[in-house]
């Protein structure tokens, strides 16, 4: 079991800076994968980012490339996301999940584990 709990987000002005992180526990040994997606409302959860737990390498959806940035810190288990210029469209609930075996970056169905979510507003 993996257990992962969301911090950070609120509301912002269009333009804006905010950051999301999640820590992880348990079986963090495990891990494969982290990433975070996100929820609007009455829409479907989609993919926003990715990264290996053990490689650099990272994955973006089209509509966040060059805006946002997730990192890891493997010491503290943690994952951040760094979500800059942000727009009204950004709203919504972030989530994080965890992969423990390889499977896809951005299909939500290979992620086993899942934080409470966290909300993002952006307003005009």
């Known amino acids: 079991q993996v257990q992962l709990v969301e911090f950070g987000g609120g509301t912002v002005q269009a333009g804006g800076s905010l950051s999301v992180s999640c820590a992880a526990s348990?079986?963090?040994?495990?891990?494969?994968?982290m990433g975070w997606f996100r929820q609007a409302p009455g829409k479907e959860r989609e993919f926003v980012a990715a990264i290996a737990w053990r490689m650099d390498t990272q994955d973006y959806a089209d509509s966040v490339k060059g805006r946002f940035t997730i990192s890891r810190d493997n010491a503290k288990n943690t994952v951040s996301l760094q979500m800059n210029a942000l727009k009204p469209e950004d709203t919504a609930v972030y989530y994080c999940?965890?992969?423990?075996?390889?499977?896809?970056?951005?299909?939500?169905?290979?992620?086993?584990?899942w934080g409470q979510g966290t909300q993002v507003t952006v307003s005009f």
């Open positions: 348990g079986r963090t040994f495990d891990l494969w994968r």
């Open positions: 999940a965890a992969q423990l075996r390889a499977g896809s970056w951005e299909n939500d169905q290979d992620y086993e584990y």
